[in-house]
Every structure is written in structure tokens, then in C-alpha cells.
């Protein structure tokens, strides 16, 4: 078995559909270099080897920046909105 499989190719042998796949990518759930690669031809590669790391670790890998980025930025509009007053009343 190949180290590397285009995405038709790992969804196939994994059960994950293309759209699966490209979303873990899209949203930062799989890292680049960890468990995606970029090819010379530009073609996105699935690091076999990566994948099966982040199984057996329970999908936790290197937390991505971009994860990090959207944690922060949401805590500091909830903080925002909260002092501003902005939040709806309780439900009773």
C-alpha cells in the first residue's frame, strides 16, 4: 500500500467521502504536513501514516492556528457583545 493517496483514492479506503475529507482539510482538522500534503503537481495527498496517528491518538494532533484563531475570535465578540448589553434576556 502507498503512503500517499489523492482523496478519491483514500476515501475509497477509508470509508470517509471526498467531501468528508476535503472539510477535515478545509477546517483545519487535519493539518497540512501532518496528515495532507501538498504534491509538486499541486495535488492534495493523503498521508496514510498521519491519518492512522490522529486515529489512535482520538483526533487530537497539533491544534491548528486557524482553529485557534476562530476559539479567540469568537470569545472576544461573546465578550463584546456581553458588555455592550447585546445579549437577549433569559428565557423564563
Excluded at 10 to 30: C, L, M
Excluded at 34 to 40: M, N, Q, S, T
Excluded at 46 to 60: A, S, T
Excluded at 62 to 83: D, H, I, M
Aim: aromatic residues 8%; contains cysteine.
Amino acid at each position: 500500500m502507498l503512503r500517499y493517496l489523492t482523496i478519491p483514492k483514500f476515501a475509497d479506503e477509508s470509508g470517509y467521502t471526498e467531501d468528508a475529507v476535503r472539510s477535515k482539510i478545509r477546517d483545519g482538522i487535519w493539518q497540512q504536513d501532518e496528515i495532507w500534503h501538498k504534491a509538486p503537481d499541486g495535488r492534495i495527498l493523503i498521508d496514510v501514516r498521519g491519518y492512522e496517528i490522529w486515529v489512535e491518538k482520538g483526533g487530537v494532533l497539533k491544534l491548528s492556528q486557524r482553529a485557534v484563531y476562530k476559539s479567540r475570535l469568537c470569545t472576544a465578540a461573546s465578550a463584546a457583545v456581553n458588555e455592550l448589553g447585546l445579549s437577549p434576556p433569559p428565557l423564563i
